[in-house]
């Protein structure tokens, strides 16, 4: 079955960079891309951005871009997702979701999120 | 990039009907049939509902249904049932390879 299991919680301090990793199984990693999503306490969905986990592009939301790199490593079958100049508002859960590879249609699946806390 | 605006709240009462509206623009829902809704729950992951604007996935009650009419999209719960209660997104492709979300609804079931 397809899961996706991401890395444990995050404590960071303003300014540091975290990376949180998206481990796949259960499918052909390369043949789907994967997304990022965060969730702010109490706020909406936030799409972050995503990769190609075929050929390695990627795309970033406006607000993320600059601060947001996403990668992979297909033999690991892993994603990962690194936010870097963090300060308190990017205290988050952070989602991993699956989808298509060339036209975003839908998440079907969703790693079980990584809380990052960002505090002094 | 603005979140698609849906409505903050809504409530029914067991066995009625409901429906969440989610309004775009002409460059995401307008645009594409490519819109889907989630369901989540407080601390768990969000789950698909329902994909390109009207259908199902595998497994998914047939309570829950959605349409997409120029640039608004609505999914409407049947038959409501306490667990149906949740907080309800949805998402919408905007071009580009980009998505955007809704701002989310709650629904309660009284």
């Known amino acids: 079955q397809v899961q996706l299991v991401q890395s444990g919680a995050e404590v960071k301090k303003p300014g540091a960079s975290v990376k949180v990793s998206c481990k796949a199984s259960g499918y052909t990693f390369s043949t789907y891309a994967i997304h990022w999503v965060r969730q702010a306490p109490g706020q909406r969905l936030e799409w972050m951005g995503w990769i190609n986990a075929g050929n390695g592009d990627t795309k970033y939301s406006q607000k993320f871009q600059g601060r947001v790199t996403i990668t992979s490593d297909t033999s690991a079958t892993t994603a990962y997702m690194e936010l870097s100049s963090l300060r308190s508002e990017d205290t988050a859960v952070y989602f991993c979701?699956?989808?298509?590879?060339?036209?975003?249609?839908?998440?079907?699946?969703w790693g079980q999120g990584t809380l990052v806390t960002v505090s002094s | 990039q603005s979140a698609l605006t849906q409505p903050a709240s809504v409530s029914g009462s067991p066995g009625q009907s409901i429906t969440i509206s989610c309004t775009g623009t002409s460059s995401d829902v307008g645009s594409y049939n490519l819109v889907s809704w989630y369901q989540e729950y407080p601390g768990k992951a969000p789950k698909l509902m329902i994909y390109?604007?009207?259908k199902r996935p595998s497994g998914v009650s047939n309570r829950f249904s959605g349409s997409r009419s120029g640039n608004t999209a609505s999914l409407t719960i049947s038959g409501l049932q306490a667990e149906d209660e949740a907080d309800y997104y949805c998402?919408?492709?905007?071009?580009?390879?980009?998505?955007?979300f809704g701002g989310g609804t709650k629904l309660t079931v009284l």
């Open positions: 998402c919408s492709y905007a071009g580009s390879s980009t998505v955007i």
């Open positions: 390109e604007a009207s």
């Open positions: 979701a699956r989808s298509q590879p060339v036209v975003i249609q839908y998440f079907d699946y």
